[in-house]
């Protein structure tokens, strides 16, 4: 079973998914080595959240799925945008 997506979801949700991989490159990176704190919340915005500092699991898992969904979201609608204006020039 094949599932095609064209047009402007697909921008959506291949945008996104850099957006998450972009998260998760800046999450490995940085426990091993310091990055700046412009470029951290430059790439990956949602993670100021990360100043929150949670005590249980639950809430550590909670935050960790808004600050990835938020990066895929705004990736998202940038890469939407983007994929928007490159039909409008073609059309």
């Not at 919340?41 to 990360?50: E, F, N, Q, T």
Request: net charge positive; proline share 5%.
């Amino acid at each position: 079973m094949t599932i095609r997506i064209s047009g402007l979801p697909r921008w959506f949700l291949l945008s996104g998914c850099v957006g998450v991989l972009v998260a998760l490159t800046l999450a490995a990176v940085g426990t091993s080595r310091i990055v700046s704190p412009s470029i951290l919340l430059a790439l990956w915005p949602p993670s100021i959240l990360g100043i929150a500092e949670p005590t249980n699991q639950s809430d550590k898992i909670l935050l960790a799925i808004i600050e990835f969904g938020g990066n895929f979201i705004l990736y998202g609608v940038v890469g939407t945008l983007i994929g928007w204006g490159f039909r409008r020039r073609t059309a």
